[in-house]
């Protein structure tokens, strides 16, 4: 590239102004001519003179639009202006003039600070992910050709843009210093495969420049209530940019309701780093080859992303109308055809991307018009300015899970991790790896001898002098076992867990209320010789909330 690239925008922006005087010339030029016929036969010398004058314009213009192919030449056919990245979904931002008296000041003003800017190292950033991301526009467009999707796909796979401000202040710390942009994902099977993932990571690179990791914490038969307790045993929310919630699978199968779901999304929304929250929407393989197409969007999830105004990505709104006509074969996939196909992942991944895309382009236009006009206002101060703003009343919730505590075995263990380890275990209880799918691992405590006993510590931090809740999660399965739950030695107050259930899924049941802060013991003894597989123990403090009426 040449050292003259802080000039390609204004470069560029001469060369199309050059081109429309042609073809308003071309216009002129035929009213021109249409007026000479009509006097050519009474005043030949003006006929003469003017068609003289008019050869010599022509020639002059001729000149300078040759100039446009030669700019291109040097600057290149995929630097062009920036002008040509906006869309019907992108509003074009206008640059305010500052408060000068003069406005030959001010355009000079504008200009140096428009040379300096493009000079320096955001700058270049900044023009380099213009350049990136045309590139990227076409690539997208060429693969939904490939792919046989119609033009109307992206519109129906994101229902809800949502408010994407505090993804648009992680893309301005990432483009002015250069760190990478960090994604969380908590998910079902569908995410532990990793494909759309990982294919999302390389994408985004692409179109930054820059570092993108993206932190993978699904665990395959999860769902909503088990995140809801354990989101921090497996992500290091306070050091992720975007957290991406998939489970609307999972929750749909198991019954569990929106509360789950609403649950995590107000304890992300209520970070203190202010990560952007997004919903990842699959289908069931098994529902798409019975031409259904249900998930928790069904069951409230359309209702939270409205009410919270989050990103909602949506394969069921994308291709609901082929699975009902039974054309969706080929989105099917596995042994049991439980789930989908390298196919289904890839056009999760390229919905993502397309969403991705236009954030990234909406931000580099405010950046610019911030850095280049002091004085305009973008989304990056209303961002700070609600930062604190208290989140609205509960849409489905009647209590809240505040300050929940998790002791898990599950793997992946990436955040702050807090594992799942008995003070004592007699024999008929061990440590067993699981694999559900061969992309999943697992491990559980299982215990299959009758009368077997393990037993936990935990410890309760003290909150607003409440008392806490203690719940333990299974891992059903249909030969599963039942189990007494003990606190402290407290006989009277036992309780009775089943782990049997047709799906294999982790299923918390509360097993005590009422419990001081404080360090504590659960015993746990095997009723059969059924196993029972223990996944993980949970606390947290219940807290009445008022109910949203409409």
Not at 83 to 102: A, G, H, K, R
Not at 179 to 206: C, D
Request: aromatic share 10%; net charge positive.
């Amino acid at each position: 590239m040449k050292d003259s690239v802080q000039d390609m925008v204004p470069a560029l922006a001469f060369k199309t102004s050059i081109r429309r005087n042609v073809i308003h010339f071309k216009l002129f030029t035929a009213e021109v001519v249409s007026g000479l016929r009509k006097m050519s036969r009474n005043n030949l010398p003006l006929l003469f003179a003017m068609v003289a004058f008019i050869s010599s314009l022509g020639t002059l213009l001729y000149i300078l639009a040759l100039s446009g192919p030669r700019m291109e030449q040097e600057y290149g056919p995929a630097q062009r202006s920036v002008l040509q990245y906006q869309t019907d979904e992108q509003p074009s931002y206008t640059l305010q003039n500052p408060p000068v008296e003069s406005n030959v000041d001010a355009r000079e003003i504008a200009n140096l600070r428009k040379q300096e800017f493009l000079k320096s190292e955001v700058g270049r950033r900044l023009q380099g992910i213009f350049i990136r991301l045309q590139r990227e526009r076409e690539n997208i467009t060429q693969i939904v050709k490939t792919m046989g999707l119609d033009k109307y796909i992206f519109s129906r796979a994101i229902p809800n843009w949502g408010d994407v401000n505090r993804l648009k202040t992680s893309l301005k710390s990432v483009i002015e210093t250069g760190r990478a942009l960090n994604i969380g994902i908590m998910g079902g099977s569908v995410s532990t495969v990793n494909l759309y993932p990982r294919v999302l990571e390389e994408s985004l690179k692409r179109m930054l420049g820059g570092d993108v990791k993206v932190n993978n914490a699904a665990i395959g038969a999860t769902d909503s209530q088990y995140f809801a307790y354990c989101m921090k045993n497996h992500l290091d929310v306070y050091h992720l940019d975007v957290i991406m919630w998939e489970f609307a699978v999972n929750d749909y199968l198991k019954g569990v309701g929106a509360s789950a779901q609403e649950e995590i999304t107000r304890e992300v929304l209520e970070l203190s780093n202010q990560p952007q929250m997004m919903y990842i929407n699959f289908l069931y393989g098994k529902q798409i080859s019975e031409r259904s197409c249900n998930n928790s969007e069904d069951v409230g999830g359309r209702e939270l992303s409205e009410y919270y105004n989050i990103p909602s990505i949506s394969l069921k709104e994308a291709v609901c109308k082929k699975v009902k006509a039974g054309k969706a074969g080929d989105l099917v996939g596995g042994e049991n055809k439980n789930h989908l196909t390298t196919k289904a992942h890839l056009e999760m991944e390229l919905f993502l991307r397309h969403f991705m895309l236009h954030v990234i382009l909406n931000t580099t236009y405010e950046m610019l018009e911030q850095k280049l006009n002091p004085y305009s206002h973008t989304s990056f101060d209303v961002t700070r300015e609600n930062a604190t703003a208290p989140l609205p009343s509960p849409y489905f919730m009647t209590t809240r899970i505040t300050r929940p505590r998790c002791w898990s075995s599950l793997l992946p263990q990436l955040g702050l991790s807090e594992y799942l380890w008995p003070i004592r275990a007699a024999d008929g209880w061990n440590k067993v790896a699981t694999a559900l799918d061969k992309s999943d691992h697992k491990q559980l405590w299982v215990g299959n001898l009758n009368g077997s006993v393990i037993r936990f510590p935990i410890e309760i931090a003290p909150y607003k002098n409440l008392t806490s809740k203690v719940a333990i999660s299974s891992f059903t399965c249909k030969e599963c076992g039942a189990v007494r739950v003990i606190v402290d030695n407290d006989f009277a107050r036992a309780a009775t867990v089943y782990g049997r259930s047709k799906y294999r899924i982790t299923w918390p049941t509360i097993v005590a209320t009422d419990i001081q802060p404080g360090h504590h013991n659960i015993t746990i003894k095997c009723l059969s010789n059924d196993p029972f597989q223990l996944a993980a123990i949970m606390t947290a403090y219940d807290i009445m909330v008022p109910i949203q009426y409409f």
